[in-house]
């Protein structure tokens, strides 16, 4: 079987691509609401820990070249403790699978298609994961972020100047005075547990052509989604206000649907949604890969793609298992998302991987 090959690029685009449709839309409105004005200084907090995030995950991948976390965990910490820590991985990646299904149904109805049946759409998604990801694997995914890439952030960066003749920029004051720093971490920590997605990178680097380029192109993709969701923040805030857009379920599209430049660009509002979808599948195929590949490696099977089979119809029962995706949704990232998987498995596992695979390799080159 062909080996799979993702190019410094490509890693580059996956993150801008699964990043930029999802943090805009889903994380700008728990950061007002937290830290008000100064949400584009959570902004930035939050991606700074990202970035930490990004470099310890690919860091720790170069340590073994070729290798996944769930064989070098094993590696590091012996088979059975090894495969152990792996399992709120699996959690993780199986139950956010079922949940952005839901959330991307519910999402296209409301706006584009509302008198769509909802299997219609979540059956249609999950066959494109299947193709892709049976077709094309990680490859596939790579090369699909490295077209579609492009276009999400053009398409960003052409829509926030249109709002500019409803901007007042004084609703962005006053800066720090009213929020301090409590507000703004808690802010922060929202758009912080979608960039640690980035701790993905730990089963990706290992498909890298050059390993070595891993750290820089992930960096400067994480770069790019924390710097447009920075400036949209200030955008949302300085057009509605911190208290108005703080109530808004998805500030960033509305503002994009009250866009009237010049009495001509109006109704814009399908973009975002096209932005959103072409994000959502990247993340989507993005899981669905190392979902399959990963629960292969951890029971020892050798084709991988036979996985898919199982783990389609599991995606597809959670979401059609959830009712309502608001209240789902908000308690899936506020009792789970944020307090269990933010620390342990963007932040803690990786560390502690990296902290004794170091001492371990330093031991070793000693003797």
């Known amino acids: 079987m062909k080996k799979m090959d993702l190019t410094g690029i490509q890693i580059f685009w996956i993150i801008v691509s699964f990043q930029c449709g999802n943090t805009l839309l889903l994380t700008l409105s728990p950061n007002i609401n937290e830290a008000q004005q100064d949400a584009w200084i959570a902004s930035i907090i939050a991606g700074a820990l990202g970035l930490f995030i990004a470099y310890v995950s690919t860091k720790l991948s170069l340590l073994f070249p070729g290798r996944t976390i769930v064989q070098y965990s094993q590696d590091i910490l012996g088979k059975w403790f090894g495969k152990l820590i792996m399992i709120p991985y699996f959690i993780q ?53 490295e077209l579609l890439g492009p276009f999400i952030v053009i398409m960003i960066i052409l829509i926030l100047p249109l709002n500019i003749q409803v901007m007042d920029w004084t609703r962005i004051l006053p800066i720090y005075v009213d929020t301090g720093i409590s507000h703004i971490f808690k802010g922060a920590l929202t758009p912080l547990s979608f960039f640690g997605e980035v701790c993905m990178l730990t089963m990706l680097v290992s498909f890298m052509k050059k390993p070595a380029e891993g750290p820089l192109r992930a960096i400067l993709g994480l770069s790019v989604a924390c710097f447009l969701l920075m400036v949209s923040s200030l955008f949302v805030i300085m057009v509605f206000g911190p208290g108005l857009s703080a109530k808004m379920a998805h500030p960033f599209f509305d503002m994009v649907r009250f866009i009237s430049f010049g009495g001509f660009i109006e109704n814009i509002d399908l973009v975002i ?91 070793a080159n000693a003797h």
């Open 93 to 145: 990646w199986y139950s956010v699978l079922g949940v952005i299904l839901k959330e991307f149904s519910d999402f296209t109805i409301l706006t584009l298609l509302p008198r769509t049946p909802i299997w219609i759409l979540t059956i249609t998604m999950v066959l494109l994961l299947i193709y892709i990801t049976y077709m094309g694997g990680i490859e596939g995914i790579g090369r699909c972020s």
């Open 273 to 363: 949604v096209l932005i959103w979808v072409v994000s959502v599948f990247i993340k989507m195929s993005l899981y669905f890969f190392i979902s399959c590949y990963g629960t292969a490696q951890w029971l020892n099977i050798k084709n991988w793609r036979t996985l898919i089979w199982f783990i389609a119809p599991i995606i597809l029962i959670q979401a059609w298992l959830y009712p309502d995706i608001t209240a789902s949704d908000i308690g899936y990232v506020t009792k789970y998302w944020i307090p269990i998987v933010l620390p342990v498995n963007m932040f803690g596992i990786p560390l502690l991987l990296w902290f004794v695979a170091s001492i371990r390799k330093k031991y």
